[in-house]
């Protein structure tokens, strides 16, 4: 069975720019979160979906956004990207709230 | 909130040999889970070990053991029998019982800054 799978694997973007990162859960797991990890930290949360309703949102401003399709494949969206936004994000997908949550292999942004 | 401390930037071990990763954390809550999970260069945060706060044994997956102490809101990781292979970055981290939220639903885990492990031949 695949994982959870995301894409790009890489970005590079320019101060000031969107970007929109994918991510495809496990067959048949309807909760996605997806997580911002700065180089040397751990990760911090940003947004958890769950049979695509929003149902938790870290500490991160609003230009960061995010939104889950009827096949429960999920965007993160950043708009006016910062120096800062530079990090790996990653995207778990759970079964239920009480399952284990398994990461993909995340995208790595860079803005210049 | 509840925040999460390793307090080991970096740690080394013999191959063979048993390391202990160290973990505190702080909450208000009375149920919850804990986890390790190990991030290879390969940037995959993968599973080790779970622990629910309401179990008091501590759990067990076969060279990983963790020594839970509720009390003193410790979650230690013990890898027996160190292979090259376990050498990455380890993350302990917290997740709340999902009758705090009202969504019935949580899935937020709270990351502490990680350990580095290196393991020597």
């Known amino acids: 069975d695949a994982g959870v799978t995301q894409s790009p694997t890489h970005l590079i973007k320019t101060r000031g720019q969107q970007v929109t990162l994918r991510c495809s859960p496990i067959?048949?797991?309807?909760?996605v979160s997806w997580y911002q990890q700065v180089l040397g930290q751990g990760p911090q949360f940003i947004f958890q979906y769950y049979e695509k309703e929003e149902r938790g949102r870290g500490n991160f401003p609003d230009r960061f956004s995010a939104r889950q399709f009827p096949n429960y494949s999920s965007e993160l969206n950043v708009n006016a990207l910062l120096l800062g936004d530079s990090a790996l994000y990653l995207c778990a997908s759970s079964f239920g709230s009480n399952t284990e949550a398994f990461f993909g292999q995340g995208t790595r942004l860079t803005v210049v | 909130a509840q925040t999460v401390t390793q307090s080991q930037p970096e740690m080394s071990v013999q191959e063979a040999e048993t390391v202990t990763l160290s973990c505190t954390y702080d909450?208000?809550?009375?149920?919850?889970?804990l986890f390790w999970y190990k991030q290879p260069p390969s940037r995959q945060m993968i599973l080790v070990i779970r622990q629910e706060a309401y179990k008091q044994q501590n759990a067990t997956e076969n060279r990983f053991s963790v020594n839970f102490q509720k009390a003193a809101k410790s979650f230690s990781l013990k890898i027996s029998d160190s292979q090259l292979g376990d050498a990455a970055m380890y993350f302990c981290?917290?997740?709340?019982?999902?009758?705090?939220?009202?969504?019935?639903?949580?899935?937020?885990?709270?990351f502490g800054k990680g350990t580095l492990l290196t393991v020597n031949p």
């Open positions: 067959s048949g797991h309807k909760s």
């Open positions: 909450t208000s809550e009375s149920d919850y889970y």
């Open positions: 981290a917290y997740r709340s019982a999902d009758y705090y939220y009202s969504g019935g639903s949580n899935y937020k885990l709270t």
